[in-house]
């Protein structure tokens, strides 16, 4: 059985940072594309970092680019997600995926094509 656990989450001022972590056991890690997604009420989930299982790929949402950064430790089954100049608008419970891939440098966006969630981590951003 595949497991995901998050943790990192918590409540942050304006401008703070947070590095979340998902480490994954049950599957080969190595060969998972992961990906971070998160989720607001009354919002569909959406992506906000993925990475292939090479670690040569990464994608960011535009409205993180430049400040998240999605990273992978493969001898530590774990992904991370490092969180600087957070702001009030990433308030929402922050998701990791994984999905079993074949192609080194392939990510996925859509949370649809991923089978493996973890329990999720709430991020909370006060101005």
């Known amino acids: 059985q595949v497991q995901l656990v998050e943790s990192g989450g918590g409540l942050v001022q304006a401008g703070d940072s947070l590095r979340l972590s998902c480490t994954v056991s049950?599957?080969?890690?190595?060969?998972?594309?992961m990906g971070w997604f998160r989720r607001t009420p009354g919002k569909e989930r959406e992506v906000v970092a993925a990475?292939?299982?090479?670690?040569?790929?990464?994608y960011y949402s535009d409205s993180v680019k430049g400040r998240f950064t999605i990273s992978r430790d493969n001898a530590k089954n774990t992904v991370f997600l490092q969180m600087n100049s957070l702001k009030p608008e990433d308030t929402a419970v922050y998701y990791c995926?994984?999905?079993?891939?074949?192609?080194?440098?392939?990510?996925?966006?859509?949370?649809?094509?991923?089978?493996?969630w973890g329990q999720g981590t709430q991020v909370t951003v006060s101005s």
């Open positions: 995926a994984a999905r079993e891939e074949y192609y080194r440098d392939t990510v996925y966006l859509k949370h649809r094509n991923y089978d493996n």
């Open positions: 049950g599957r080969t890690f190595t060969r998972s594309a």
């Open positions: 990475i292939s299982w090479g670690g040569d790929r990464t």
